[in-house]
């Protein structure tokens, strides 16, 4: 089973954010920190998914994007089904 940054947050005794920001190379980490993570990592056993980090950097990416605020799409059931969208902003 994979190891999660959750455990390897649980273990230090410290968040999920700091354990991820750690495991990225964060210049936010102290290097003393980083290696007490790096440490339990290698004592958990923890590899890295590729593809997880490829998705993470994207939706990290995607916050600072120009759209700001909420955006819903609301099926209302119609005379024909789902067919009638309200989108509000």
């Known amino acids: ?3 999660s940054l959750l455990a390897i947050a649980r273990r230090a005794g410290l968040s999920k954010t700091t354990v991820s920001r ?3 190379g964060s210049p936010l980490v102290r290097t003393k920190t980083r290696s007490r993570i790096k440490s339990v990592a290698r004592l958990l056993g923890y590899t890295p998914t590729p593809l997880i980090g490829v998705v993470m950097a994207s939706l990290r990416r995607a916050r600072h ?9 609301v099926f209302v059931p119609g005379p ?3 067919g009638d969208v309200i989108f509000a902003e």
Not at 65 to 73: D, I, P, Q, S
Request: charged share 10%; hydrophobic share 65%; no cysteine.
């Open 1 to 3: 089973m994979a190891v």
């Open 22 to 24: 750690a495991l990225r």
């Open 65 to 73: 994007a120009t759209f700001a605020g909420n955006f819903a799409v």
């Open 80 to 82: 024909r089904g789902f």
